[in-house]
């Protein structure tokens, strides 16, 4: 199931990209299902293929947040209504994370990474979260939290949780979108002081 599930992360993440590429040159009701299924039929037939492969051993694991951010990137694009994430929580997401990062890489000297695999931290981890999303009225994280959560519990893929629930392409991605809000924010700002 780990390699199903990681080919068919795969396909969406490379799904988005081409849909971001399509969008430029075609509407985003044309661009997105083309791309889906042009990049579902790639993935497909070139499954048992090298460069397929190595991909996935580069990216791998994909965990589910990546591909459930790209999923809800393109569905918003059609118009469905899906919630997202404040300026603030992404930044808040950066700090955390990059620490969370530094410490994996040895430059803070505490091994948070290892909580991923005690089944009770998960657990705290999954139920601050989920009661966060409640709170704020985020349905898109808690179904994200409980996938993660279940494909951790099956053993699908990666023993830690964190690899579920993270991805080191969540960084470059989360900058990018806070640069993005703060940009959207600017411009609202200096609209109401003309």
Do not use: K
Request: charged letters at 10%; proline letters at 4%; hydrophobic letters at 60%.
């Amino acid at each position: 199931m780990s390699q199903t599930g990681a080919i068919m992360g795969l396909a969406i993440l490379i799904g988005w990209l081409l849909s971001v590429i399509f969008g430029l040159f075609l509407p985003t009701v044309i661009a997105t299902p083309m791309s889906v299924v042009y990049a579902g039929a790639c993935v497909w037939l070139l499954r048992n293929n090298i460069a397929l492969t190595g991909a996935i051993a580069v990216l791998a694991p994909l965990g589910v947040m990546m591909p459930a951010l790209a999923l809800r990137h393109m569905l918003v694009g059609l118009g469905f209504d899906i919630p997202g994430f404040l300026g603030i929580e992404i930044a808040v997401f950066l700090i955390a994370y990059t620490a969370f990062l530094c410490a994996a890489f040895g430059l803070i000297p505490i091994d948070l990474y290892r909580l991923g695999y005690d089944p009770r931290s998960v657990a705290v981890f999954a139920f601050c979260l989920c009661l966060y999303a409640f709170f704020m009225g985020n349905w898109f994280l808690a179904f994200v939290v409980v996938s993660g959560q279940f494909v951790w519990m099956m053993r699908w893929g990666s023993s830690n949780w964190f690899d579920h629930m993270t991805h080191v392409l969540l960084w470059p991605v989360a900058l990018v979108v806070m640069m993005q809000s703060f940009r959207q924010f600017v411009r609202v700002r200096t609209r109401h002081v003309r």
